[in-house]
């Protein structure tokens, strides 16, 4: 009995790792072909021969990743991998977004399953909705931060549905499977590496520079003790002021505070700033370094790492700190049993990641969206006076230095600061047990525990009601699995066969505290300090699923494998179960064909049918609480009305590719098409507000993607010294929505902060941009209206925000131990919204507002008058710059194509003969990230920068910060 | 020793797939809400909602607020300009109608013979209904002067047309037309004020609008007085109902005034007051202060001036703190020239006039509709009754704190009632209830002392040589105040087929076209 209960805890206890050996064990009959055999690891961690699989998987190798100095394993994908999409911000450990083969889903999950060594590991986004949509809000990045590059092994991309239809509800997206190093057998290993990067800003609007704050051509003036000056309208947040004149003197916002003696009512010219917008950001410095121990110890396997990460974003006060440790053992027990554990402890610590987007702190609102030209960044430095209150340029009036809108930027980042940290566990623990060399069985846990504070502080003093809030999240999730297996070979035909089951159980709980009123005593951030009663709430939120699934493949000779699985799923949330299926085959002509030219050569088919659950208490309509007012409860109807006949929403890929090697595989391709339907969406249908609520959770819609995803190789050169790979990948989705719910035509996903909207519509692809358009005559002429300004047409599909397509182009040189690598990423069609462009014409900030004079001579629209004469209609240069508001939006809607330079990098393992006997090697790389970007339709912008989040909303640009270079060196001994 | 393992690992496998499921079914009960509310507290909310959400900021001080001429912002003018933002419109449709659910919500827990028993407990089931029934129509009210056709629901009346609040049937919910909206109006009022239990109460707590049913019926006979006034002439049977209203017993007295009181702290204070913490936009229109003023209209100087704005230079810190002072020297006052572009606004600023601290307070009370107002209406159906005139005029004075003496001297200088005075009285007394006073605004045309489009206004301070302006509106096409809002864009987007039918029957999504009252 003590034997059998150790047996349940150990079976509790296990890993992903033994699976390998056995696989391993079992592979006896190897095809001695000439290329080396390709393994990777498949859905559930199993691995595979790669020549065996019906469906499209890519590898990435860890090097590609830690030799070009990513500290975010998710956007290093980017233009590696042929279907995958990453739209990365530059932001600080911002989020990224990533997707394979399109969207499939309205509102729900579109990014893939990510998996590190077995976990499903949660990837929330927590930025709200204001953030997402480009109103304000600091980006928190993805949990997905929490992957350590330097313990990557490989990466394999299961693109899509038949890849992973394992997974089951969660896997309609595809899987990204992260497998991390681990000690190999018989070896010792100590790892030492070292990184340095930098991080300076690139692209950012280009505003100009010949006209300060202001409204009016000419400066006020004002009566100070006696004497008149020259002041300045510091209450407008708009540069249409007087243009520069040295011999124009002025008291600027800081002469009139009696403690800066220096400038206390002195007059300066009005002239451009010596310090401008730039100055004010930082370069941005990034050191890792890790340290890794791998032992082996006869049956028994250790490796240790401890990776230290900290980064210094281009921001003033802003910085991450993230600490990742992480443990993997493996042991054979006995001849047939073998443990594996792996534990990983990740700490990431941020502070003051910037507020981005149209909101009180986002100081890219203020640089480029409303402010005054005229700013010297170096004066703005003094920030405070000594009785600690703000002296901001922005003073309601000469003799009033209360802010009106804008803090001073130096207040904003060194008083309104924020925190967050995520202390989180994930890991496994399993066992194997090998009844024979046919038979094994699996136990396994797998989880991921987390707890996530963040909070914020609004400084007494700021043009804002100064505020502390408090968040707390602590989220789960464990999956319990088991499994059978059963491999063998009977003459021509092998076999593969498993069966399992799976629970999976998801938590999360939040707490939020924040201040009413405003805060009492200055600087002091506690809930006790609100001038009222501080306001707390919470929400907790459980869900579970319960699957079974099993799995089949049959090979014939190496020729011929079909493989099918099944995977039936029980929600907690849904009263429905559903049952997914996949069924995949593979043909290796080469082996038939059996000539020199053709080193390998396979075409594959899949089908599978997957569907994604829908969220906890999603089918009830519950009610809202309001804070008590004037002594009684306030309830509310929620927003969204639930609905009890939810069923699982549905996807249906079908996958064809053909896979070939040419001249001993100096020439390859492979070329997937998909063709994906997702139905029965899950959506809060957003409805008309007259039925009473804003939104209905319905199953609804169809949505199609159909694609190609192609991968070429070349190697022009191989030889002992010298080679020269080039590999390029291609992706091309073409997305539509093709029904919603009964006749409604759109599905408005968000609101943009002031214009615009971004829809799925029907019959369009997904996130449609809908604003107005100009409206043209009959000869193709823009109209104008009385006033002068374009006449705007009906609300329409300006575009959608997915691309045409994605492709990225790598060439690696090899000279000896020497290697360079670089990759041109590059993207076409998509559009976004801008803000940024919309506010900074208003405002008179932008380059393209001072232009030809326009500022004197005013400016007549190119166009037509509704009679059809051209437009003879002369707009002042203030009422001009205010048609870029609320008349056509289409003006502030750009393309979203990018041509970039990724990365380059180069690499040289030093020569045994220059690091002695102390170290086994040395490899030093160099790289820089985004060094530049071709093709933008708007200058100033950079598309990559026109998100704030991972979620679905996407491409409306609200006040963004620069765009980054990134460029380093990391250091790689080992001993 | 092999059939042992392989029996432990089965029964590991069954033991921890089902010790799960017992539990299975109870993991998804909600621990965080339910799906039953109690009525006064969804009274309660809706109250406070429906006047966060049409005295703020936004629906009020950025559309009607400005439009007729009570307030001129600040700085960025162009919604005075009449280029209202989009979104604004869209937030006024959603929460009227979002409010609106929660009325149903209390009409549909006060008849289903589920939760009627309980929520009994909470006031009589009858004058809770009536209270939801009379609020119903003061919501709709404001979607149809402010849009005209508007979907619609009636508790009374199963008509095919009024298909809104009805999410499970109809997500796409047709409009019906002003005059089935408004006859219907009137119909609800009727029935609600006949069902209500006088002397009883009509929620047990979280009403702070009634408190008794009796005023609860004035409030109902008062509103119906309103619209069918709106609306005579235009509706059949309007005109009936405005007797059958009076002789059903409207408002007797500034007791009867119904309003929504806000709290003495910053947890819950007035919007206004509370978006003033930060924000300085607003400040009182010149032409509101030069009819105050006698500078234009037909009447002396209005005591009033000195009870709704604060003397020019006043720190704004002082009006929220209460402390700034009251001025009773008109040379203090010259208010905010109306409708210049964005580019003359830094000059003209300083030189207007805030809100006073009567009415950025945080215990600020947003009147629904008042004694005053039932006096004009009273006004107009006798024939223009001089002593409803007077009448009407000294409830609102009496209302801001204007001290008797003072009172009597200005009723003493009032010229004879008339159309344009009454009228004209009656828009001062209107100030902060924009949306009645622009509807009042397109139905007589009064007052006339607005400043529109084409005509020349005077700054207070030159600026680049100039002392007048042409208040252009930003909507091409618009010669007068706007008559309509834009349809939202959401309804364009989420319901369009209704939309367009809409649009059609209504003569145009524009914001000229006129609604079926206004005639004038």
């Not at chain 1, 990034?286 to 281009?314: E, H, P």
């Not at chain 1, 708007?938 to 026109?946: A, F, M, V």
Request: aromatic residues 12%; contains cysteine; glycine residues 8%.
């Amino acid at each position: 009995m003590k034997k059998l209960t150790a047996g349940v805890l150990i079976l509790v206890l296990s890993s992903s790792l033994m699976v390998a050996q056995a696989q391993q064990t079992k592979s006896g009959d190897t095809l001695k072909t000439q290329q080396i055999e390709e393994v990777v690891v498949t859905a559930l961690g199993i691995k595979r021969e790669k020549k065996a699989l019906g469906y499209a998987a890519q590898e990435v190798k860890g090097e590609t990743i830690s030799d070009a100095g990513q500290t975010n394993a998710v956007s290093a994908l980017s233009g590696n991998v042929a279907g995958v999409q990453v739209t990365a911000p530059s932001t600080m450990g911002g989020s990224a977004r990533i997707t394979m083969r399109g969207i499939s889903s309205i509102t729900g999950e579109n990014r893939p399953l990510i998996v590190v060594d077995g976990v499903p590991l949660d990837n929330s986004n927590v930025n709200n909705s204001d953030t997402q949509r480009g109103a304000g809000g600091r980006d928190y990045g993805d949990a997905s931060f929490d992957i350590n590059p330097d313990d990557i092994e490989s990466v394999t991309v299961l693109k899509g549905g038949p890849a992973a239809a394992l997974y089951g509800s969660r896997a309609g997206n595809g899987a990204i499977i992260y497998t991390t190093k681990s000690a190999k057998k018989g070896r010792t290993d100590i790892q030492l590496n070292s990184g340095l990067s930098f991080e300076s800003i690139y692209i950012r609007p280009k505003l100009q520079n010949q006209y300060g704050g202001g409204y009016s051509d000419t400066l006020p003036t004002a009566t100070i003790n006696g004497q008149t000056y020259n002041i300045q309208e510091y209450e407008t947040d708009a540069s249409w002021g007087p243009k520069y004149d040295p011999n124009l003197m002025y008291l600027p916002w800081y002469a009139f505070d009696p403690e800066f003696s220096n400038d206390y009512l002195k007059p300066v010219p009005w002239v451009a700033p010596k310090n401008d917008v730039d100055s004010f950001f930082n370069t941005g410095v990034t050191y890792t370094n890790n340290i890794s121990v791998a032992k082996s110890f006869g049956d028994t396997n250790v490796r240790l790492s401890y990776t230290n990460t900290n980064i210094t974003g281009i921001v003033p006060n802003s910085k991450i700190k993230k600490d990742n440790f992480s443990i993997n053992l493996n042991s054979k027990l006995s001849d047939k049993l073998t443990a594996d554990a792996i534990v990983n402890y990740v700490h990431t610590e941020g502070f003051n990641r910037p507020e981005i987007g149209y909101g009180d702190n986002s100081v890219a609102q203020k640089f480029y969206h409303f402010g005054q030209r005229n700013l010297d960044y170096e004066k703005l430095k003094d920030y405070k006076l000594v009785d600690g209150s703000q002296r901001t340029w922005n003073r309601s009036a000469y003799d009033d230095p209360t802010p009106l809108y804008s803090d001073n930027p130096y207040w904003t980042v060194n008083e309104n600061t924020s925190a967050d940290s995520r202390q989180r566990f994930f890991g496994n623990a399993g066992l194997t047990y090998n009844f024979d060399k046919h038979f094994y069985v699996v136990g396994k846990v797998y989880g991921d525990v987390y707890s996530q504070n963040i909070s914020s502080r609004v400084a007494v003093g700021s043009q804002a009601i100064s505020n502390y809030s408090i968040q707390k999240r602590n989220v789960s999730e464990f999956n319990y699995e088991g499994r059978a297996h059963y491999n063998n070979n009977f003459g021509g035909f092998s076999l593969n066969t498993f069966a399992g089951f799976n629970i999976r159980d998801n938590k999360t709980s939040i707490l939020d505290g924040t201040t009413i009123g405003g805060l009492v005593i200055p600087g002091l951030y506690n809930l006790d300090n609100g001038v009222e009663n501080s306001l707390a709430s919470n929400a907790e939120a459980h869900g579970s699923v319960k699957s079974l699934f099993a799995s089949a493949s049959i090979g014939f000779r190496d020729l011929l494998f079909v493989e099918a699985t099944g995977r039936n799923d029980w929600y907690s949330m849904l009263k429905d179960s559903g049952f997914y299926p996949s069924v995949t085959g593979s043909f290796v002509f080469s082996n038939v064909l059996k000539t020199n030219w053709l080193s390998f050569g396979k075409i594959r088919a899949g089908w599978s049918s997957i569907a994604q659950g829908g969220t906890p208490y999603v089918t009830g309509t519950f009610i809202t609480f309001g804070s008590p007012f004037n002594g009684a409860p306030q309830y509310s109807n929620p927003n969204t009305a639930g609905n009890p006949d939810l069923t699982p929403e549905l996807k249906v890929t079908k996958e064809i590719g053909i896979e070939a090697r040419f001249f001993k595989n100096r020439l390859g391709f492979d070329v997937t098409y998909y063709d994906t339907k997702s139905r029965d969406l899950i959506i809060p249908v957003p409805v008309d507000p007259s039925t009473g609520y804003l939104s209905k959770s319905i199953n609804a819609g169809e949505m199609t993607n159909k694609g190609l995803e192609a991968m070429v190789n070349v190697t022009p050169i191989r030889n002992d010294n010298f080679s020269w790979d080039i590999t390029w990948n291609f992706a091309k989705n073409r997305n539509k929505l093709v029904n919603l719910y009964q006749n409604l035509q759109n599905y408005v996903l968000t609101n943009a902060p002031f214009r615009a909207q971004l829809v799925a519509q029907v019959g369009q692809s997904y996130g449609s941009i809908l604003g107005t358009d100009y409206v043209y005559d009959a000869q193709g002429n823009k109209v104008v209206d009385e006033n002068g300004f374009y006449k705007a047409s009906e609300i329409q599909s300006l575009g959608s925000i997915l691309p045409k397509y994605n492709m990225g182009f790598r060439n690696t040189v090899r000279y000896k131990t020497l290697s360079l690598s670089f990759l041109i990423d590059i993207q076409e069609g998509g559009k976004y919204f801008s803000t940024t462009n919309m506010w900074g014409m208003y405002s008179g900030m932008l380059e393209e507002s001072a232009l030809g004079g326009n500022r004197e001579a005013g400016v007549i629209l190119a166009g037509v008058k509704e009679d059809g004469t051209p437009n003879d209609i002369l707009l002042d240069a203030p009422t001009w710059g205010g048609t870029y508001y609320n008349t056509v939006d289409a003006q502030n809607v750009f393309d979203a194509s990018y041509i970039k330079l990724r990365d380059i990098t180069l690499g040289y393992d030093l020569p045994k003969s220059m690091i002695g006997n102390v170290f086994q090697g040395v490899r030093i790389s160099a790289f820089a990230r985004n060094l530049f970007a071709w093709n933008l339709s708007n200058k100033g912008i950079d598309p990559e920068n026109t998100s704030y989040g991972s979620g679905n909303i996407q491409g409306l640009e609200g006040g963004s910060l620069p765009s980054t270079r990134t460029y380093g060196v990391n250091v790689n001994f080992k001993f | 020793m092999k059939m042992k393992k392989i029996v432990l690992i089965l029964s590991i496998v069954g033991v921890t797939f089902n010790s799960c499921s017992d539990k299975f079914d109870e993991i998804d009960i909600n621990p965080n809400s339910t799906e039953q509310a109690l009525t006064y507290g969804l009274f309660n909310n809706a109250n406070k909602e429906l006047m966060d959400n049409t005295r703020d900021q936004w629906q009020s001080a950025r559309i009607t607020l400005p439009w007729v001429q009570y307030s001129a912002q600040r700085a960025y003018t162009e919604e005075d300009r009449y280029q209202y933002r989009l979104s604004t419109g869209v937030s006024l449709w959603s929460f009227s109608y979002r409010v609106a659910q929660d009325y149903k919500n209390i009409i549909d827990l006060n008849t289903d013979p589920a939760t009627s028993t309980k929520m009994a407990v909470y006031g009589p089931t009858e004058n809770q209904i009536a209270a939801s029934r009379v609020m119903l129509s003061y919501v709709f009210l404001t979607l149809a002067d402010s849009f005209g056709d508007i979907p619609y629901y009636s508790y009374g009346n199963k008509d095919a047309d009024f298909q809104a609040l009805n999410v499970d049937a109809q997500l796409q919910p047709k409009f019906a037309s002003q005059q089935k909206v408004y006859a219907d109006i009137l119909k609800e009022l009727k029935e609600a004020s006949e069902m209500i239990d006088e002397n009883e109460v009509v929620f047990t707590q979280g009403d702070v609008l009634f408190g008794s049913g009796e005023k609860l019926k004035r409030f109902a006979n008062s509103l119906r007085l309103r619209v069918a006034t709106r609306v005579k002439g235009s509706v059949q049977g309007a005109e009936a109902h405005i007797q059958d209203a009076i002789s059903s017993g409207v408002m007797q007295s500034n007791d009867d005034n119904v309003g929504l009181s806000y709290e003495n702290n910053l947890v819950n204070p007035s919007p206004l007051f509370n978006d003033f913490r930060t924000r300085s936009d607003f400040a009182i229109s010149k032409t509101f202060v030069d009819l105050l003023k006698g500078n234009s209209g037909n009447f002396d100087l209005d005591p009033r001036l000195f009870k709704f704005a604060t003397p020019r230079g006043t720190a704004k810190a002082s009006i929220l703190d209460g402390s700034a002072p009251e001025s009773t020297n008109p040379a203090d006052f010259s208010g905010m020239p109306y409708g210049i572009p964005s580019s003359l606004a830094p000059s003209q600023a300083s030189s207007s006039n805030f809100f006073s601290k009567n009415i950025l307070k945080p215990d600020y009370t947003e009147i629904l509709m008042e004694y005053s107002e039932v006096q004009f209406l009273l006004a107009e159906a006798n024939g223009w009754s001089q002593t409803n005139y007077v009448n009407g005029v000294r409830a609102s004075m009496q209302r801001w704190g204007v001290a008797t003496a003072n009172i009597d001297t200005y009723i003493a200088s009032l010229p004879a009632a008339s159309k344009e005075n009454v009228l004209t009285q009656k828009y001062i007394t209107l100030f902060m209830q924009p949306y009645e006073a622009w509807a009042e605004y397109r139905r007589t045309g009064y007052p006339n002392t607005l400043l529109l489009p084409g005509q020349t206004g005077t700054l207070n301070v030159a600026a680049g040589g100039e002392t007048t302006y042409i208040f252009t509106s930003l909507i091409a096409g618009l010669t007068d105040l706007p008559t309509r809002l834009f349809y939202p864009t959401s309804v364009q987007t989420l319901n369009t087929a209704n939309y367009q039918a809409a649009s059609a029957a209504i003569g145009g999504d524009k914001m000229n076209t006129k609604l079926i009252w206004d005639t004038n």
